[in-house]
Each structure stands twice: as C-alpha cells, then as structure tokens.
C-alpha cells in the first residue's frame, strides 16, 4: 500500500491556499500537478545538462543524447512496445494524431471510410475530417446509448473493405467511460485491413498499457496528464507501417542525406522527429513514469476507482443531481450537472471561491454535450493524490451551490 501523505508532500503545489481555502485539484484530466521529482529532473537538465541533442560531438550533447535515449527506453518498457524506435516524441495527443492522419494521406482515396465514436476529443475528430477533406473519404462514428455507453453493432454494420482507418479512445475524457478497445480492435482485425489508432491520452495515467497485446498500429497519449510537463506526448507505431508510411515534418534531425537533388531519410524514429525536441520535458517523462512505477500502477487504479466510487455515491445523494455515464465502467472521472439550477460554469465558479477546481463546459467534446441536449457537465477528475476528504468538500460544494443557485 502507499501513503497518500507522503505522496502529497511530493508535490508542493497542492500545499496552498484558493480564495483562502486549502486548494482542492480535481482537475486532472484537463492536466496533472508534477511531483518534485520529475521538477528537479527538467531543472538539472537546464542547470546541468542542456545542449542539443544527436548532433554534437561534445561532452553535454552527448550527455543529453544519452538521459533522452534512456527516457525512451523507459517509456517503450512503459507501453511494452517491441523497439525503443517504436517510440516517437511529439509535443501531446493532438500532434500525434494530426500527424497519424497527415502521413496516411496517401493511403486513402474517395469514398473509403473512417471509423471513430461519438465519444471522441475534438483531436480525434478534426484531423480525420481533415483528411477525408484531402481524400473525399467518409467519417462513420459509432453511436453511443444514455449512458454513454459505445453500441458496437454499428461498428460491426460499419467495418467493411472501404474501412481504412479506426480511431477511438481507450477512456473518455468527458465522462471517464472505459471503452471496450479489445473488442474493438478484434473486430477491426476480422472485418477491414484499417490502421487501428488508439487515444490514449486518457488511459495511460491510470492503467497498464500493452500495445503488443493490444495490437493497435498506433497508441498516442500526452505527457502533461500523467505527471510529465507540458509540451510533452508519445506516438507509438508499428515498426512496419512508420517504416512504410511518409515523414511529417521535414527538417535537421530527420533526414539521412540532404541535397537539391532530393533527400533521403532518416530511420525511426529520427524520421519523425524533425527539428530540436522538448529535450528537458522528454527526459522529465522518463522522470514520470519513474514516480508512476514507484508508487506502483495498481494502487493508483485502486485509489483512483475508490475515489470514483466514493465520489458517485455521495454525489448521486443528491436531489436532481444527473451523472453523465452513471451505469457506464469508467476510470477517474466524474461528469454532472445540478438540474434546473442553470448552466455547469455556476456550480464551478461557486467550487472554486471554496478553493476546489474543477472543469466545467462541454470538455472539447461538443458531439457528446449535443447528445444528451446540454451546454456542459462539471467534471471533477482524480489523480493519486486526491483524498476523500476533498471528495467530502466537492459534495459539500455541490450541495451549497444547489442551494444558492435554486
Ligand atoms: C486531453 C486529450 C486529448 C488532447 O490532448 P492534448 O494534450 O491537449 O494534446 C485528446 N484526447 C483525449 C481523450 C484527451 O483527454
């Protein structure tokens, strides 16, 4: 077992005050605080380390090549991918999908369809509409029921020879609701030859990630939710089809030879890395997942579904309260709103003058908000570090906004 005090005291941002109360972050699927760790990490690369990296010949280049080689190392054995060059470093889920639908361009032609879900980020929708722009292929997105839950028959009356791409998360950021990818991907698998991209932006912070096992061709996530610093994501692809697919940006760093005549390129994952990287930040990440093993990944999903399941049921205690998912499987999070007492941004303004942060408004996820008829939910997101006592004054705040807003 772990103690949750002496997790706390790892970071030192929870330890302060809002709007004169002790503060209350529940906020961690929008990102989470960083443990001192990986803060004293990303600051001895700046004060120690910094140089740029796979291109000097002296000591500190070198040196910053080795600490960001490492994190790699570590977050390939994090995912267990096959190969450390597998593992590309982009700057978050956003980049790694726009660049996941830019390099298959290519691939796809008019009238070949795009699977995704209506429980998708607005980054795992707007880059697949911009690719059936470039190609005139179509967007399919698998409905969801009242509570929230995805109805995969229509995936199976989907998939088809035109599939060509199937993206969906692992875990929903609006409403926590644990998607059922095994089933997915073996339905992918069965019925279409489409890359299969998973979004794990959501899922990486709190569970065991396999991408062998999976057998995803893609799996993206961000390192700024799982206690990495901003700027920071990874991009896996299966060795052959990175190996088979185009580069993205081009620049230093991703070519082999470079004249104007025509360049060849680099191989993985150099291919994908154009430009000087967030060399600190990528080391940082290795940090995070260091803090993550250590305080070990069971505990976390055992804390982080304790708290969930002490949040609900409190919550849910209350008059004319509705939970978004409510009888969904979910991880980490909870989505509500108070009925008839006016719009989510109230109830999280009236949270945070009692120093509790939460999100409110549609989450980046305006198809889901329109399907259940809404503006927005509250959403309070949990993280290691949440204890019950901040789920009794989330409850308590809910129950005073109730009443000063109806
Ligand atoms: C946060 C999030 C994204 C976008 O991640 P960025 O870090 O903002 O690039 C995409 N998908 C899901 C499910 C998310 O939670």
Redesign the pocket.
Known sequence: MFDIQEIRSQFTILNQQVNGKPLVYLDN?ATSQKPNSVLEVWNKYYTELNANVHRGIHTLSQLATEEMELSRRKIQKFINAKHDFEVIFTK????GLNLIAYILTQKLKKDDEIIISYLE?H??IVPWQLLCERTGAKLRVIPIDENGILQLDYLDEYLSEKTKVVSV?Q???ALGIVNPIEEIIAKTRKNSDAYIVI?G??SAPHFTIDVQKMDCDFFVF?G??MYAPMGT?ILYGKQEILEDLPPFHGGGEMIATCSFDGTTYAGLPFKYEAGTPNVGGNIALGAAIDFIEKVGQSNIQNHENALLEYAQRQLLEIENLKVYGEKANRTGVVSFNLEGTGISSDVGMILDKMGIAVRTGHH?TQPIMDFFNIAGTVRASFAIYNTFQEIDSLVEGVKKAQRMLS
């Not at 978050?92 to 980049?95: A, I, L, S, W, Y």
């Open positions: 699927a978050g889920t956003t980049e980020h980054s795992n998360n875990v929903s950021n979004d932006a959501q961000s700024h939710k994501g980046c």
